[in-house]
């Protein structure tokens, strides 16, 4: 069975643009949520959807944007990168969003700001 | 003050050693506890749960004080394959979303021959 799939896997932006990072969860997983992670921190909660709708937010700012569709995959959305926004950004999935369902994360996607 | 801290070391041993490393956590009403495991430029991976009575999982041992708010892992008879980035991970309180789960900033573990 196919894991957690996100692509791109790397990415190089300018300042300004915008990315579209996608995720495809494992097959019957209704739970995506995604996550930052800056070199030598531990990952970040940016958002968590479960059957299309937004279940939790993390503490970042309006220029990231989510989405869910009817096959449960997930695009994040940056608008207005800056240098800041250069991170690993993990994708992970479970079966619902309840605690004793265990996260799987994908390999994630490598953003590069300059 | 962080939602969850850890030592980033790094930690060196040699194999064969038992290497332990200590998480605490900030908001009591946390709900449940784990320890994944990330190697370099790989995505993390559950390592194991942790239990308020202690688990148990080959040469790894899982400890949650829950009245000192501190979360352990002890490896026992380090491997060169051990080493890796470990992650104190915690749940918030009961209500908020499985999927928002707090990290710490990891623990460096290296195990040299």
């Known amino acids: 069975d196919a894991g957690v799939t996100q692509s791109p896997t790397h990415l190089i932006k300018t300042r300004g643009q915008q990315v579209t990072l996608r995720c495809s969860p494992i097959s019957g997983h209704k739970s995506v949520s995604w996550y930052q992670q800056v070199l030598g921190q531990g990952p970040q909660f940016i958002f968590q959807y479960y059957e299309k709708e937004e279940r939790g937010r993390g503490n970042f700012p309006d220029r990231f944007s989510a989405r869910q569709f009817p096959n449960y995959s997930s695009e994040l959305n940056v608008n207005a990168l800056l240098l800041g926004d250069s991170a690993l950004y993990l994708c992970a999935s479970s079966l619902a969003s309840g605690h004793n369902s265990p996260l799987h994360f994908g390999n994630g996607t490598r953003l590069t700001v300059t | 003050r962080k939602e969850v801290e850890q030592d980033p070391g790094p930690f060196n041993v040699p194999e064969g050693a038992t290497v332990a490393f200590n998480c605490t956590y900030s908001?009591?009403?946390?709900?449940?506890f784990f320890w994944y495991r990330q190697d370099c430029r790989k995505e993390p991976k559950l390592l194991m749960s942790v239990y308020s009575s202690g688990n148990e999982d080959g040469r790894f041992t899982a400890q949650l004080n829950r009245a000192s708010q501190y979360i352990s892992l002890l490896i026992r008879d380090s491997k060169l394959s051990d080493s890796a980035t470990y992650l104190c991970v915690v749940n918030p309180a009961r209500g908020t979303s499985y999927g928002k789960l707090t990290f710490g900033q990891g623990t460096i573990l290296t195990v040299h021959p």
């Open positions: 908001n009591s009403a946390s709900q449940s």
